[in-house]
């Protein structure tokens, strides 16, 4: 097994001098990944893990 098959797929579009930021498309604030969350992609989808698409402020 490879060891990057459990990586997370990280969608992101800057950097704020910390940790990656990406815009969320539902308020179009640019946040840090870690106000965005990550969710499982269950079995259909390999159990990728992934960053949830809109903010915690937006869910
Ligand atoms: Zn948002």
Do not use: A
Not at 29 to 52: A, T
Request: proline letters at 7%.
């Amino acid at each position: 097994m490879k060891e990057n098959d459990k990586k997370p797929i990280i969608q992101s579009s800057g950097y704020n001098g910390k940790e990656p930021t990406r815009v969320c498309p539902k308020c179009g604030m640019e946040k840090p990944l870690s106000d965005f969350g990550f969710r499982n992609m269950g079995l259909k989808q390999n159990n990728q893990v992934r960053n949830q698409s809109w903010c915690k402020d937006c869910r």
